[in-house]
């Protein structure tokens, strides 16, 4: 689960590490007033950023910044309501704009090559680290924490210094550990903090230097969400296609993709082909969907419904190999899906497997148009094919 | 021969009086896998499979009672970490995590302490490993095997069935089909499981289902190059159709920025002499033209 800008700020501030002041505005009025209270605290600037889901939001310019209260408004009138690829901004970040002396990239992640969590660093920073990684790979410096023992102190001041820290040490040392504890204690799979900054600040005795986290990216690992009860009211459901959200309430793995061929399919490795085997086949999938394991009749019902939810599908394939899952109890809800749905689309099967016969009487004895076929070939083709009629 | 598995492997099923792990525990015994033992805390002492098979209220019970040296594991995700750890602590040599949605931070850990001890962890959100005619681990339907002589290793579950249906069908029997599962972090990699067959000396040929996401086809890929140059090996990639940036069901499953596509790992695989099927039911062609005789 990807987590917003301020949700991420959230967690790494709580975890103690230096998160400049920030606040979240819904409308361009609160966006004001939290503009007038940093302004009135002797900020010379702020910063008000889209926060979406979706990267690029500063060059699809949902990231600007004002100088005074009337500018802050009508920035945030311009940003809220604003569409970033797709995805409508609800919300913006108000905070002060910092004094950039340097910029750095420092991010903890599950490194699945090495199986272990690596912090990466860059002395570069506010660039895309997959660019930095193939023009100039070298220049991303690597550590890998322990997996029983942990980030160790002197691997935090190996990257600090190799950051070129070594004045920030006791900071950018904190940071290092902080990244990884957030990553361990929250079960994130990463924790990006791009940029990290030396940042100039009015201090009693002058301008000071300190590190500060200017923007962070935090992903959270699906599978452990049931042991953090608190990170369910993070997600953003306003920004998920209400279909994922139905598919999650199902159990089922769905993305919406832009095709006209339902796929209906139980793994994601034989899911993905069925979707690989309709494009090669000249067809569009409209879907990929795992149900899963051992999936009961109710939730192939769903299934169906969520398929038979987007307007573009002209016709469906199941296609399901029974091991865990069983072929009768799969048959049984489609039949009972067919006898509910209200658009008549074209349902081809391929049920094999676990109880593979039994779900072929069922079939039969539902009658109706419902088209069966023996291999994975044979059903894409005539699924492609049926499409193809209703589209023309 | 085979790897990992054969008729004198002695098996403990973890969680065997679960509604899943008494159900496949059944279908390993019918396929004529020596299952010994089965452990759920609290049981010990009842019967399970039809009376067939003790059930101990631990794994060091178990092990003591009846010599087993192999698990299986089907208990819940919250439980299966520390499952794996006792089978490990009671000197398991071979473990197959079949349970999905473990939390990638917990199996960072286990997996580090599997290594440390020299035992194998294969999984976890696995399918496990069948040896055709000898023993079946897991939960791969047993009747789409045929004996033979080509090893197979896939990240994928119901993709593995399909591709071991289409080989059987064409006469091209398996020696060992490895299911090494979908996850991040897992215990064997295609790379472990390859070394495996490379000390095989009745493995001729090789079989790889991949998927998009990770670079662990690629390592392969690199391996297979170096050290089974003349080795017959088919491949196949699924994921080819799939958006970058969505997870496909697997968590690993997923291509991040211009890495872990199937672009990318299909050059790698040819690069090393390695052929490319397009769909499952080429493999069986694949294999012949690249010298497998059916059997």
């Not at chain 1, 690829?85 to 950039?100: C, S």
């Not at chain 1, 199902?250 to 494009?279: H, P, Q």
């Not at chain 2, 990992?4 to 009086?17: E, F, H």
Request: aromatic share 2%; proline share 5%.
């Amino acid at each position: 689960m990807k987590l917003h800008e301020y949700h991420a700020k959230s967690l790494l501030s709580h975890a103690g590490l230096p998160v400049p002041p920030y606040a979240v505005a819904t409308t361009p009025a609160e966006a004001r007033a939290q503009a007038v209270a940093f302004l009135d605290g002797g900020v010379g600037a702020v910063v008000v950023k889209a926060q979406v889901l979706v990267g690029g939001r500063g060059k699809a310019g949902g990231v600007k910044l004002a100088h005074s209260a009337d500018e802050a408004e009508t920035i945030a009138a311009a940003i809220l309501g604003m569409d970033i690829k797709g995805i409508t901004v609800r919300r913006v970040m108000v905070t002060p704009a910092a004094t950039i002396v340097r910029e750095m990239y420092l991010a903890a992640v599950l490194d699945r090559a090495n199986q272990r969590i690596l912090l990466m660093g860059a002395a570069e920073g506010g660039v895309e680290i997959e660019t930095l990684a193939e023009e100039d790979p070298d220049a991303i410096v690597r550590v890998h924490a322990h997996p029983q023992l942990g980030l160790q102190p002197f691997q935090a001041r190996q990257m600090a210094f190799a950051l070129g820290l070594g004045e920030h040490l006791a900071q950018a040392t904190a940071i290092c550990r902080g990244l990884v504890d957030v990553m361990v204690g929250e079960d994130a799979d990463l924790v990006e903090v791009n940029p990290l900054a030396i940042v100039r600040e009015d201090g009693p005795d002058g301008p000071v230097e300190r590190l500060a986290l200017l923007d962070a990216k935090v992903t959270l690992d699906d599978s452990a969400l049931r042991r953090h009860p608190g990170h369910e009211a993070m997600r953003d459901l306003d920004e998920e296609d209400p279909a994922d959200t139905a598919a999650r309430a199902a159990g089922l793995s769905f993305i919406r993709l832009d095709g006209d061929i339902g796929c209906m399919v139980n793994g994601a490795g034989l899911a993905m082909t069925t979707m690989d085997l309709v494009k090669r086949a000249g067809g569009e999938p409209a879907n990929f969907l795992d149900i899963g394991g051992g999936a009961r009749s109710d939730k192939v019902a769903e299934a169906m419904r969520l398929i038979l939810s987007d307007p573009s599908v002209k016709a469906i394939l199941v296609n399901i190999f029974g091991g865990i899952a069983r072929g009768d109890e799969v048959a049984r809800g489609l039949v009972e899906a067919r006898a509910q749905q209200t658009r008549s689309v074209p349902l081809v099967v391929r049920i094999v497997g676990t109880n593979a016969d039994l779900a072929a009487r069922i079939l039969h004895e539902a009658g109706g148009d419902i088209v069966t076929a023996r291999t994975l070939d044979e059903a894409v083709e005539r699924a492609v094919a049926l499409a193809g009629q209703v589209a023309a | 021969m085979s790897i990992l598995i054969d008729r004198r492997t002695r098996l403990l099923v973890q969680g065997i009086t679960g509604r899943e792990g008494g159900f496949h525990a059944q279908q390993m015994l019918d396929y004529g896998t020596n299952v010994v033992a089965g452990v759920t805390p609290t049981k010990g002492g009842q019967r399970a499979l039809g009376g067939a098979v003790p059930v101990f209220d631990t794994c060091a019970q178990a092990v003591a009672a009846t010599g087993a040296d192999t698990s299986v594991i089907f208990v819940p995700a919250g439980a299966a970490p520390d499952a794996i750890l006792e089978s490990l602590e009671a000197g398991i040599g071979t473990i197959f995590c079949i349970t999905e949605h473990i939390p990638a931070l917990d199996m960072l850990k286990v997996v580090a302490e599997v290594e440390a001890r020299g035992a194998r962890l294969v999984g976890p959100n696995c399918p496990g490993a069948t040896t055709p005619g000898q023993a079946k681990v897991g939960i791969i339907p047993g009747s789409i095997h045929r004996p033979g002589r080509v090893g197979l290793v896939s990240r994928s579950g119901t993709l593995t069935y399909e591709v071991v249906q289409a080989m059987t069908d064409a006469g091209i029997g398996q020696s060992t089909c490895v299911g090494i599962g979908g996850d991040p972090i897992s215990g064997s990699s295609f790379v472990d499981i390859l070394e495996l067959f490379r000390d095989d000396p009745e493995t001729e040929g090789l079989v790889l289902i991949g998927e998009i996401g990770g670079s662990a086809e690629e390592e392969a890929a690199a391996w297979k190059a170096r050290h089974l140059p003349d080795v017959p090996m088919v491949a196949f990639i699924a994921g080819r159709t799939a958006p970058p940036g969505r997870r496909m069901g697997h968590a690993g499953a997923i291509i991040s920025g211009s890495g872990g596509t199937a672009e990318a790992k299909i050059a790698s695989l040819e690069g090393a002499g390695i052929r490319v099927a397009d769909s499952p039911t080429q493999i069986p062609r694949l294999l012949m033209e690249a010298g497998i005789r059916p059997g």
